[in-house]
């Protein structure tokens, strides 16, 4: 039979409140007798019935977690990092998969608030103002990660996304191209990735180049968009390099380029963005910005613990730093 509260205080030799405190987490016990808790917990095989816990204290001890494409390969390195976070602190993740969908977004936070998680990992494809209200009148703890809302009233966890494209886009520039595509998603959105055409476009101006309206390619962030963009830049001007707003775009870039007799760093410069696992396995081994995944799923956990305990925040917005690593696709 399984262990009971009352077995782990005889066993801890203490009352029940103090098992039940040491539980919640509430600091007035004092570490002797808390260690002796734990003890009996551990020695016992003692599990706390949850549902019983959060009907007593509001808390469910889950977490949501919304990304807009399971299938990109820049998610699952940073759930990993949630993960890591949430078992130390002995919280569940629900994991909610939105395709990109405001409707779908929405849904899952209405979801979410039902279910009574205690807060929600928010990653997005678009910040829409309605989503913002949306999480204002569900209640939910929310800390923001990739992106950063217009405001900044919600907490976050990002890179310097303008920054880095800037960046990105003078390595190409330093490397005497002239004519310099863009492919990325819709310029106009709320997200982290308009932010790489800002980038990209200061970067332009800055050096004197012309910024063309047909050196621009916006759809996904994916591989698919890559190749489509191709065909459409690649008649139009003199292309000697491209900035893609992902790495599975300058993928399928690359591969588009080869199928044409296009060689790649040869006759076109490509830079990525986020450093993907087959990013240094693809060929030729893609240069590419690249961002702390890991990071920034832990830190944004850590943050929202403390958000959904009352604690205060060290930092409100952290903006984790990025590198430009230097591989293969670009001329030396």
Not at 213 to 242: H, R, S
């Amino acid at each position: 039979m399984a262990a009971s509260i009352k077995d782990v205080a005889r066993e801890a030799g203490v009352s029940i409140a103090t098992v039940s405190r040491v539980l919640n987490d509430v600091d007035v016990v004092n570490e002797e007798t808390k260690k002796k808790v734990l003890e009996a917990i551990k020695k016992l095989g003692y599990r706390p019935n949850i549902v019983a816990r959060s009907l007593k204290t509001q808390k469910t001890k889950t977490i949501g977690i919304l990304i807009p494409d399971i299938s990109n390969q820049f998610y699952p390195e940073i759930v990993r990092g949630t993960e890591d976070v949430a078992n130390i602190y002995d919280y569940n993740i629900m994991l909610c998969n939105s395709d990109s969908d405001l409707e779908k977004e929405k849904e899952y936070l209405r979801v979410l608030k039902e279910k009574m998680v205690d807060g929600v990992l928010y990653m997005s494809s678009s910040l829409e103002p309605e989503i913002l209200a949306l999480i204002k009148e569900l209640e939910l703890n929310t800390v923001l990660v990739e992106s950063k809302d217009n405001e900044g009233k919600l907490p976050s966890v990002t890179i310097d996304n303008k920054s880095a494209a800037l960046d990105a886009t003078n390595y190409l520039i330093e490397r005497g191209n002239k004519h310099i595509a863009y492919i990325g998603t819709p310029k106009n959105a709320q997200n982290a990735w308009s932010l790489r055409y800002a980038g990209y476009e200061e970067a332009i101006k800055e050096s004197g180049l012309e910024l063309k309206e047909e050196l621009l390619y916006f759809g996904e962030l994916k591989a698919q968009t890559g190749y489509e963009a191709i065909d459409k830049l690649i008649e139009k001007d003199n292309i000697d390099a491209i900035f893609c707003a992902s790495d599975e775009i300058a993928m399928g870039a690359i591969n588009a380029l080869r199928g044409k007799g296009i060689l790649v760093p040869e006759d076109i410069d490509v830079v990525g963005f986020n450093d993907l696992y087959t990013a240094s396995i693809f060929y030729p081994r893609l240069t590419t910005i690249s961002q702390p995944m890991y990071d920034m799923g832990s830190v944004a956990m850590r943050m929202l613990i403390k958000l959904i305990n009352n604690k205060d925040l060290d930092q409100k917005h952290f903006q984790l730093p990025y590198i430009l690593v230097e591989r293969d696709s670009c001329k030396k």
